[in-house]
Structure formats: C-alpha cells, structure tokens
C-alpha cells in the first residue's frame, strides 16, 4: 500500500482502468491531497500522471512542516494533526 500525492491540476481525481479487469477505479485525493493505492499498476499508472510517493512524517525537500507536530508535509494541511504547515526553506 502506498500513498501518492496528486499533481497540481488532478485535484478532480483520475480514473485507472484495470488491465485485467476493466473495472475503472476513480482515485480522488483526500483533503491532504494524497490517495491510498494498494494495486501496484495502479500506482504506476499514476505515477505517469505525475503523482509522486508521499514522505510520511520524513524529511521533506521543497515541502511543508507542520509547526505544531513536526509532520513532514507536500501539502500545506498537516494530514496528521490538521494544523496549517509552514513552507520548509
Ligand atoms: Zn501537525
């Protein structure tokens, strides 16, 4: 199982056919702006739109800390204590 943050412009969600099933399965970020894949040709098919593995509570470059917790964060709300992340320099 892995969690993937979505790219700027997905915040609608996308759509993954199954390759053996054709069962379309909608991926829709969360508040955090992340999704929970747990078929790994769906997280590849995501990745080739530009999602990108999410850093739980690790190091960020580029991202958000939440000053209240100590979250690492791609996303300016904290996903674990829902307090407002400051941009990491
Ligand atoms: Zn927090």
């Known amino acids: 199982m892995t969690r993937l943050c979505m790219p700027d412009g997905a915040c609608r969600g996308i759509d993954i056919q199954g390759a053996q099933t054709g069962a379309t399965t909608a991926y829709t970020p969360g508040r955090d702006g992340t999704v929970t894949v747990d078929n790994p040709q ?44 400051e941009r990491e320099t």
């Open 42 to 85: 769906h997280e590849r098919a995501l990745r080739e739109y530009g999602a990108f593995p999410a850093n739980l509570g690790g190091r960020t470059r580029g991202g958000y800390r939440c000053p209240a917790c100590g979250f690492g964060s791609y996303v300016k709300a904290c996903s674990r204590c829902g307090g407002t992340c």
